[in-house]
C-alpha cells in the first residue's frame, strides 16, 4: 500500500520545538518534492515549506521562515520538518504530501493523515 505517515507532533510549550517525519511506504520519495502543510481549526489550510525531489529548491511560508527547517533523507525515504520557536499559532494538524514532478509542490500525488501540534503553555 503506498502511503505517507507523519509522526512527532505533540504537546509542547511556547518557545520550544519538535521535530516532524513524514516516511514513505510502498514507494521511493526520491523524484517526488515534498511539501508539509498545516491546518489550524477553522483556518485555511496553509503551505508551510517545500524541499524539492535533490534538496536543490527549498521554500517556506513567510509565517515559519528563521523557524522552521524542512530536509530530506532519500536513503531512509524520509522527510522532516524541524520547528523551533514554536508560538501557539503554531498550532495545527501538519501533513506532509508528495508531488510527483519533483519541484514545486502543487498538485501532490499522495498526503499523510497529519501529525497535530499543539503549542500551549
Known amino acids: 500500500q503506498l502511503q505517507l505517515v507523519e509522526s512527532g507532533g505533540g504537546l509542547v510549550q511556547p518557545g520550544g520545538s519538535l521535530r516532524l517525519s513524514c516516511a514513505a511506504y510502498?514507494?521511493?520519495?526520491?523524484?517526488?518534492?515534498i511539501g508539509w502543510i498545516r491546518q489550524a481549526p477553522g483556518k485555511e489550510r496553509e503551505g508551510v515549506s517545500c524541499?524539492?525531489?535533490?534538496?536543490?529548491?527549498?521554500d517556506y511560508a513567510d509565517s515559519v521562515k528563521g523557524r522552521f527547517t524542512i530536509s530530506r533523507d532519500n536513503a531512509k525515504n524520509t522527510v522532516y520538518l524541524q520547528l523551533d520557536a514554536l508560538t501557539p499559532e503554531d498550532t495545527a494538524v501538519y501533513y506532509c504530501?508528495?508531488?510527483?514532478?519533483?519541484?514545486?509542490?502543487?498538485?501532490?500525488?499522495?498526503w499523510g493523515q497529519g501529525t497535530q501540534v499543539t503549542v500551549s503553555s
Open positions: 510502498g514507494f521511493s520519495l526520491d523524484r517526488y518534492a
Open positions: 524541499i524539492s525531489s535533490n534538496s536543490g529548491r527549498i
Open positions: 504530501a508528495a508531488d510527483g514532478r519533483g519541484y514545486p509542490c502543487q498538485d501532490y500525488d499522495y
